[in-house]
T-cell receptor
Framework: DAGVIQSPRHEVTEMGQEVTLRCKPI?????LFWYRQTMMRGLELLIY????????DSGMPEDRFSAKMPNASFSTLKIQPSEPRDSAVYFC?????????????FGDGTRLSIL | SQQGEEDPQALSIQEGENATMNCSYK?????LQWYRQNSGRGLVHLIL?????REKHSGRLRVTLDTSKKSSSLLITASRAADTASYFC??????????FGPGTRLSVLP
């Protein structure tokens, strides 16, 4: 079975550039989560969707960050303009249903470096 | 915050030994989950224990939960080099999503 697929796996770009991270959840999963992982702050929830609708975006750090889920099989996380402090590993995860009793299935992440 | 805090931050053991990691949290929870993360990979779900459960087993994994002490432990028995990874607890409050702790880095030496 295909797991959560993220692209690209690595992204290096200069500050000020727009960055778009992509995620394909597991087919049939209704909830999708975006996380950011750094050494200093650990794993932080940025935003999550249920049935393609954003439910909680309180973790999105600034207006420079935006996320969309145009359909059940695709989501994007965009940073515009990017800054060096945005460097981190960004993970996408999905669950079959909404609710905190669901094990989360993670992709392998996008390692983002902003120079 | 309901964030779980793992202890110790790092643990180094010999292959064949048991590894115990602890997680403490601050508020009431619905369930607690343990995840493993290998270097350069995403997190993998290991086990979920609900607030009304005290112990669960899965293969070489044993998880306990003490809601009175707001703590959980993960025991890996007969460790293998392949168990080398970071281990995270994630706590979930009723109706809310997970908050992950900072993790325990486990090194199993051959």
């Amino acid at each position: 079975d295909a797991g959560v697929i993220q692209s690209p796996r690595h992204e290096v770009t200069e500050m000020g550039q727009e960055v778009t991270l992509r995620c394909k959840p597991i087919s049939g999963h209704n909830s999708l989560f975006w996380y950011r992982q750094t050494m200093m702050r650990g794993l932080e929830l940025l935003i999550y969707f249920n049935n393609n609708v954003p439910i909680d975006d309180s973790g999105m750090p600034e207006d420079r960050f935006s996320a969309k889920m145009p359909n059940a099989s695709f989501s994007t996380l965009k940073i515009q303009p990017s800054e060096p402090r945005d460097s981190a590993v960004y993970f996408c995860a999905s669950t079959p249903q909404q609710g905190a009793a669901q094990p989360q299935h993670f992709g392998d992440g996008t390692r983002l470096s902003i120079l | 915050s309901q964030q779980g805090e793992e202890d110790p931050q790092a643990l180094s053991i010999q292959e064949g030994e048991n590894a115990t990691m602890n997680c403490s949290y601050k508020t009431s929870i619905n369930n607690l989950q343990w995840y493993r993360q290998n270097s350069g990979r995403g997190l993998v779900h290991l086990i979920l224990i609900r607030s009304n459960e005290r112990e669960k087993h899965s293969g070489r994994l044993r998880v306990t939960l003490d809601t009175s002490k707001k703590s959980s432990s993960l025991l890996i028995t007969a460790s293998r080099a392949a168990d080398t990874a970071s281990y995270f607890c994630a706590t979930a409050n009723y109706g809310q999503n997970f908050v992950f702790g900072p993790g325990t880095r486990l090194s199993v030496l051959p």
